[in-house]
Nanobody
Framework: QVQLDESGGGLVQAGASLLLSCAAS????????MGWFRQAPGKEREFVAA????????YYSDSVKGRFTISRDNAKNTVYLQMNSLKPEDTAVYYC????????????????????WGQGTQVTVSS
């Protein structure tokens, strides 16, 4: 089992940057593909970014492509989401998730494909 703990959220102005971190428990972090999702008030949870077990493959939603970067450090059991040029529409609770992936280069963008979820961290972008 994996426990995930997000941090790094906060209140920023439009155009600013934030770095979200997600620390995972356990010794098998490198066995999991990771993803970031977000949920705004009154909206469904949506996919943001994903990264493969090895870190060699990444995938982004169109709404964040070119502004956000997902990365991971398997030695630190941590996945990151660097968010640049933030917009008010990026305001949401951000969740990291883990998928017990069989293949090292697979990425996953459906919430139902993830086995474990963190509690989320709030990101608020003011205009």
């Amino acid at each position: 089992q994996v426990q995930l703990d997000e941090s790094g959220g906060g209140l920023v102005q439009a155009g600013a940057s934030l770095l979200l971190s997600c620390a995972a428990s356990g010794r098998t972090f490198s066995s999991y593909a990771m993803g970031w999702f977000r949920q705004a008030p009154g909206k469904e949870r949506e996919f943001v970014a994903a990264i493969s077990r090895s870190g060699g493959s990444t995938y982004y939603s169109d709404s964040v492509k070119g502004r956000f970067t997902i990365s991971r450090d398997n030695a630190k059991n941590t996945v990151y989401l660097q968010m640049n040029s933030l917009k008010p529409e990026d305001t949401a609770v951000y969740y990291c998730a883990a998928n017990r992936a069989w293949y090292s280069d697979s990425v996953y963008y459906r919430a139902g494909e993830y086995d474990y979820w963190g509690q989320g961290t709030q990101v608020t972008v003011s205009s």
